[in-house]
């Protein structure tokens, strides 16, 4: 009331934009907050990373099954094929792993 915010244009609309007002659970927040977003961005990249090794481990299991199955046909053509498959399947795993960061 001693700013007479009925009187005075420049004078706050609430207390509580005041400076004094300030709120000893307010500065805790903003610390937790900051904590929260740096472990958000570290879980991300931990889940990032955990999602391209469970890729890899399908592509390398593919390239198993197409490689093993490759010989039981009585056809040389598909077993040549599978062996195409399994060959270039491989590749491509390796060409992603290539690409995986160095730690």
Same mark, same amino acid.
């Given at each position: 009331?001693?700013? #007479?915010?009925? #009187?005075?244009?420049? $004078? ?11 709120? *000893? *659970?307010? $500065? ?5 907050? $900051? *904590? ?6 570290? $879980? ?29 046909? #009585? ?21 992603? =792993? =290539?690409?995986?960061?160095? #730690?």
């Amino acid at each position: 009331m001693a700013t #007479q915010p009925l #009187q005075n244009p420049d $004078a706050p609309s609430s207390p509580f934009v005041m400076p004094e007002y300030r709120l *000893e *659970e307010d $500065a805790r927040v903003a610390r937790w907050q $900051a *904590e929260a977003t740096t472990e958000l961005e570290l $879980a991300s990249a931990a889940d990032e990373a955990s999602d391209r090794y469970v890729l890899l481990t399908v592509l390398f299991a593919s390239v198993l099954v197409f490689g093993g199955i490759a010989g039981k046909f #009585q056809s040389q053509l598909i077993d040549l094929g599978m062996l195409i498959v399994a060959g270039v399947v491989l590749l491509a795993g390796i060409g992603i =792993l =290539l690409t995986f960061p160095v #730690q």
